[in-house]
């Protein structure tokens, strides 16, 4: 199986102008959540939230993915330390969890943050500075074309 850490504030929504029951609204006519669906229908991968969306629950995800007809498929979300001991653990600490309970063959993560562990650079597509990207939004915001062919790659890479 092939996943992808989402994260959403940065890379899906950057500059909200409609909100709806689930909070801001990214829909499916937005360019990030086309190249998002353009990275599932080229990997065939399914999608973990590593967001701070995750707080409300796999189900409460899973809903709006069907609600707001989002690419793809939401089959988990990783550990929240944060509710469970007052403290901010790293993203990629939480997502090194979700995949030691998990089979994955191969993994990309999309944060608009920076904080993952070093063993997992090489499966990080930032979307953030991306300036000279002519999709971005913003400082760089975004999860643009060139961070879709990053991302197509990391996963398709054999």
């Known amino acids: 199986m092939k996943v992808i850490f989402l994260d959403i504030d940065g890379v899906l929504n950057v500059i909200p102008t409609k909100f709806d029951k689930y909070g801001a609204y990214f829909g499916p006519d937005d360019h990030f959540v086309k190249n998002l669906a353009r990275l599932i229908n080229e990997t065939d991968a ?28 939401v089959i988990g979300i990783t550990p929240n330390h944060m509710m469970k001991t007052g403290t901010t653990l790293q ?36 979307t953030f500075k991306n300036t000279k990207d002519e999709d971005c939004v913003d400082f760089g915001y975004g999860l643009t074309n060139n961070c879709t062919t990053k991302a197509i790659y ?5």
């Open 154 to 158: 990391i996963l398709n890479l054999n």
């Open 46 to 73: 399914k999608i973990v939230i590593s967001s701070s969306w995750r707080m409300s629950g796999l189900q409460n995800m899973k809903d709006m993915w069907k609600d707001r007809n989002l690419p793809g498929e």
């Open 91 to 126: 993203r990629g600490k939480e997502i090194d969890e979700w995949l030691s309970q998990h089979e994955v063959e191969r993994y990309v993560i999309l944060d608009d943050d920076n904080d993952m562990e070093k063993h997992q650079r090489k499966y990080f597509v930032r």
